[in-house]
T-cell receptor
Framework: GQQVMQIPQYQHVQEGEDFTTYCNSS?????IQWYKQRPGGHPVFLIQLVKSGEVKKQKRLTFQFGEAKKNSSLHITATQTTDVGTYFC??????????FGTGTRLTIIP | GAVVSQHPSRVICKSGTSVKIECRSL??????MFWYRQFPKQSLMLMAT?????????EQGVEKDKFLINHASLTLSTLTVTSAHPEDSSFYIC?????????????FGPGTRLTVT
């Protein structure tokens, strides 16, 4: 079936260090979305990428969609304690169902 | 941005009873709503897709007679966990689909934490 894998599963970084999470699909995605879920909270939409090779930035966050539209990454520069949470990618495969990745749990060491 | 509410936020029930969870889109009409289940420290697992005025589409392995979904209006979908058992304890999250440009975006409710004793 259609699966979206995400690595790493966990990431502990010192405050101020960078962080990257990677998302991979075995089949081509129509588009990919990224969500952040704070501990005890619900997923909150961050961004959507549609075009091959697309790069979007939101302040310290950089999102990238691969040329083949099978992978994506989220990079956070100079992490802050407010970045704590689980980051999920979620892909549309052209059907009407959003498939979530396994998530990367980010913890920050002050 | 779009707002989705979910009620109740927490519920504790006894084994064998039924629990109804409501999901409402507050400021937009959602023809499609989704119900997810999330176990601790795990990803969201889609349970079913709910379309207004029609029967829900359940994912493989989800018992439709146990998890009853009703989408009676463009702003309300309900999930009823019938004859709940401790293994049904989980975090249930709904989302409502809204259009953003050429693509669709999901707006998530705050979730309902169900504990079955």
């Amino acid at each position: 079936g259609q699966q979206v894998m995400q690595i790493p599963q966990y990431q502990h970084v010192q405050e101020g260090e960078d962080f990257t999470t990677y998302c991979n699909s075995s089949t081509t995605l129509s588009n990919i979305q990224w969500y952040k879920q704070r501990p005890g909270g619900h997923p909150v939409f961050l961004i959507q990428l549609v075009k091959s090779g697309e790069v979007k930035k939101q302040k310290r966050l950089t999102f990238q969609f691969g040329e083949a539209k099978k992978n994506s990454s989220l990079h956070i520069t100079a992490t802050q304690t407010t970045d704590v949470g689980t980051y999920f990618c979620a892909g549309w495969f052209g059907n009407e169902k959003l498939t979530f990745g396994t998530g990367t749990r980010l913890t920050i060491i002050p | 941005g779009a707002v989705v509410s979910q009620h109740p936020s927490r519920v504790i029930c006894k084994s064998g009873t039924s629990v109804k969870i409501e999901c409402r889109s507050l400021d937009f009409q959602a023809t499609t709503m989704f119900w997810y289940r999330q176990f601790p420290k795990q990803s969201l697992m889609l349970m079913a897709t709910s379309n207004e005025g029609s029967k829900a589409t359940y994912e493989q392995g989800v018992e439709k007679d146990k998890f009853l979904i009703n989408h009676a209006s463009l702003t309300l979908s309900t999930l009823t966990v019938t004859s709940a058992h401790p293994e049904d304890s989980s975090f249930y999250i709904c989302s409502a689909e809204g259009r953003r440009g050429p693509s669709y975006e999901q707006y998530f409710g705050p979730g309902t934490r169900l504990t079955v004793t």
